[in-house]
């Protein structure tokens, strides 16, 4: 059996494909730089605006599980489409920003978009390239991956420098209208409709739990953990988890397929991954307040600083995928989270109010030299080893954890940063506002660079799959998809 689909434009419907979701995962981070303007035009705290990056990463924790359902219910084409008019529809409303509420409501409705499309991408990619091939193709998905959230806080930053915050929406506007324009032509349905039965408690249990979760991280940043806000959601949340854990394991048709976890090298991609969407998503909202805040740049100029970094994930993300076949993930990945201990070594050891930009241009590149080598091959590798029928599952699966990782770094930052800053103020009363802020970011860097060192330890048990992949394929029996 052929582990791939003939499809009529393969190419052209992996951009439309990566560019949907690299459009999704830029306004993960877009408004990092811009929060500071926000906070201003519209009188919010700090822990209020965040929740513009939160409320987003927990729409798709909350939505991406149940995308594994609709990939089952709905085509290919209608999923891709509906995904871009919804991405649209949030742009715009986050554009015209009449109030708070509405910024809010529009990040929101985006994110809803944005969760169609992830996994939608993986599953797709899987599924119309061949095994040989899927070195490279990940490699470009895992540019889409890392560099979007990366790149938000530098092109977001010469938007608001040259005109303001809002056109980072407009500018998205444009961009999904082009992308719905040439999907109505070239996208093909590869999915395989089996139209399980839907079952409400299952995607109750998904939504609490992620929900709840992610909202008590968020809660932190503003309340103790001994205050009813945060451990009352974390306590519900992590019940509706296990409840949905053990309702998925004795339902027939699951709506997420939790099997995909006995499959030991997905299960450690998966972990790899959700710990470089941490350190990705944390890094990005803590460097664009520091640059600001503590050395006193001006928006583009930060983003600017930033460009480096982002400048050798684009390159080097192409050639990890060339070499992916050769090298392999083991080795990646030791190398890779080497290197991303080093940078935030680096970060920890020079963060201070009078740091020369130059070292926070070498650190920022050492850490994203080592996260290329880290990602993709983790997800090429715990994809490789699942059988096809649990591509969607799998997908579903680890997008899901991605935007946990995703929320739960913003989360954590934000709180270890207010810690941080608080304890500095009492060690150093006299303190500056530039330095009592570096010492805040400082103090996250400390749990980032901890972060780093289990992955470097968990990259050492990372053994190559594809081979078992391979012959899970020729043995099993797969229904040939309903093209409608």
């Given at each position: 059996m052929k582990s791939e689909m003939n499809v009529k434009h393969p190419k052209t419907m992996a951009l439309i494909l990566m560019l949907g979701a690299f459009a999704?995962?830029?306004?993960?981070?877009?408004?990092?730089?811009?929060?500071?303007?926000?906070?201003?035009?519209?009188?919010?705290?700090?822990?209020?605006?965040?929740?513009?990056?939160?409320?987003?990463?927990?729409?798709?924790?909350?939505?991406?599980?149940?995308?594994?359902?609709?990939?089952?219910?709905?085509?290919?084409?209608?999923?891709?489409?509906?995904?871009?008019?919804?991405?649209?529809?949030?742009?715009?409303?986050?554009?015209?920003?009449?109030?708070?509420?509405?910024?809010?409501?529009?990040?929101?409705?985006?994110?809803?978009?944005?969760?169609?499309?992830?996994?939608?991408?993986?599953?797709?990619?899987?599924?119309?390239?061949?095994?040989?091939?899927?070195?490279?193709?990940?490699?470009?998905?895992?540019?889409?991956?890392?560099?979007?959230?990366?790149?938000?806080?530098?092109?977001?930053?010469?938007?608001?420098?040259?005109?303001?915050?809002?056109?980072?929406?407009?500018?998205?506007?444009?961009?999904?209208?082009?992308?719905?324009?040439?999907?109505?032509?070239?996208?093909?349905?590869?999915?395989?409709?089996?139209?399980?039965?839907?079952?409400?408690s299952s995607i109750l249990f998904s939504t609490v739990g992620f929900g709840g979760l992610i909202y008590a991280l968020s809660t932190m940043a503003e309340a103790s953990f001994a205050s009813t806000i945060v451990w009352a959601p974390l306590l519900v949340g992590m019940i509706a988890l296990l409840l949905f854990g053990i309702r998925q394991n004795s339902m027939a048709q699951p709506m997420v397929n939790l099997r995909v976890f006995n499959y030991p090298m997905f299960t450690l991609g998966t972990l790899t991954m959700f710990l470089g969407i941490l350190i990705i998503l944390a890094s990005g909202i803590l460097l664009p307040m520091y640059l600001k805040g503590a050395l006193l740049f001006s928006a583009a100029t930060a983003g600017l600083i930033l460009l480096p970094g982002n400048a050798v994930n684009f390159i080097m993300s192409p050639i990890v995928g060339g070499l992916f076949e050769k090298i392999g993930p083991r080795r990646f990945g030791i190398v890779g989270f080497f290197f991303v201990l080093v940078g935030n070594i680096v970060f920890v050891s020079t963060i201070s109010s009078q740091t020369p930009a130059w070292q926070i241009v070498v650190a920022f590149m050492i850490l994203f030299f080592g996260l290329t080598m880290v990602m993709m091959p983790a997800q090429t590798n715990a994809m490789n080893q699942l059988p096809r029928e649990l591509y969607a599952d799998g997908s579903a699966a680890m997008n899901t954890l991605n935007q946990v990782a995703g929320a739960a770094g913003t989360a954590i930052a934000i709180t270890l940063f207010t810690s941080g800053q608080n304890s500095y103020v009492l060690d150093?009363?006299?303190?500056?506002?530039?330095?009592?802020?570096?010492?805040?970011?400082?103090?996250?860097?400390?749990?980032?660079?901890?972060?780093?060192?289990?992955?470097?330890?968990?990259a050492f048990f990372v053994r190559k799959s594809g081979e078992g992949m391979e012959k899970s394929l020729a043995t099993a029996k797969v229904a040939e998809p309903v093209r409608n």
């Open positions: 999704g995962l830029f306004g993960e981070t877009a408004l990092n730089m811009a929060l500071s303007n926000i906070m201003e035009q519209f009188s919010v705290t700090a822990a209020t605006a965040q929740w513009l990056t939160t409320g987003y990463l927990l729409t798709l924790a909350i939505l991406v599980p149940i995308s594994a359902l609709l990939m089952k219910w709905f085509t290919t084409r209608k999923l891709v489409i509906g995904g871009l008019v919804i991405s649209l529809a949030g742009a715009l409303l986050a554009a015209l920003n009449i109030n708070f509420s509405i910024l809010l409501l529009g990040r929101v409705v985006q994110a809803i978009g944005t969760g169609l499309l992830l996994p939608v991408m993986l599953s797709v990619m899987l599924l119309i390239f061949p095994i040989q091939k899927r070195g490279v193709v990940m490699g470009l998905m895992g540019l889409v991956i890392t560099l979007a959230p990366a790149l938000g806080p530098t092109l977001s930053g010469i938007i608001i420098s040259t005109l303001s915050w809002p056109f980072i929406f407009w500018f998205s506007a444009i961009a999904y209208v082009l992308l719905i324009l040439v999907a109505t032509v070239r996208i093909s349905n590869v999915s395989e409709i089996t139209k399980p039965k839907i079952d409400i150093v009363p006299g303190a500056t506002q530039p330095e009592i802020l570096a010492a805040g970011i400082k103090y996250v860097f400390y749990f980032i660079t901890g972060v780093s060192v289990v992955g470097l330890i968990g």
